[in-house]
């Protein structure tokens, strides 16, 4: 490879073209332009927001306000009482077990069945303690079916 | 030199796939996607729906995470939004793994295979008959 020391031989050439560190360098940028991981670039630059502004620090209910299809009842959130007996539940039992800790709902989201021949339904609850965390719960032919944190 | 020798080695490792999660399925099938016979790959088995998806791609329905699978080939999508479920696609090429935002790309595919996973109570997972709702979602942009 070429070493920047040389390019003094050319300059003592003004009318040849420096070959050799302009092949180097060639060679370098392809093997760099190959290894680059262009999709990742892609999506770093396609989202600015995500560094300008953290998603940890944003109310999970601005999220919630996007993706809720009912009425949202805005006292409807869990206290950590509330978020301790709800994740005792087993799989399986009855909405009403889950109704009889939270009462209502924060609002339902969007009505899709996972499953053929199985009504699903789905509904959040943002945490009381934490703003920046939801709790989403699954019901399925109204059995408790599971849990996932939205943050 | 040196520099851009590192700045190779650094490169190298976001390519290759992220650690695989590790899930037990209920449905020990003989052939799995992912496997070979007589030296052709499997990419489908029994509880997979195949589509013909010609160079298109497939969206994140949700907000959510894809994860490589164990089965060679496949990847693994799920999302808070949908509890007790993921979902496995098989034959997709240019994946995006990590966390997506909805309607972001999973990957492209000509041929891919498509399974509804529910998890059971004792942690493993089962392949169910999926509703249209979720594929339907994925599929327009």
Known sequence: MSNPSLQTSASHRPNKVPLKPLIAVGLVCSLIVLLMDIRGIKTFLSTPLAFAHTPIDRPVIDQLAGDCTTDIVSSAQLSREQLLKLLTVPERDPKTRIRQITTEPYCQLSSINIRAGVA???EAYPLAFDPTTALVILYENDEYAGYRFLF | MLLSGVFLLSSCSTKSAPQPRAITLQQQWTLNPGDEIAGTPITGSLGDVSLYLD???????FKGEVEASEQAGCVLYSTPEIPAYLF?????DQINYGSLKARQPIGKGKHISFATLRRQPDGTWVIVEPAKDVLEKALLN
């Open chain 2, 88 to 92: 496995r696609l098989c034959g997709l």
């Open chain 2, 55 to 61: 160079g298109k791609g497939i969206y994140a329905p």
């Open chain 1, 120 to 122: 699903a339904e789905r």
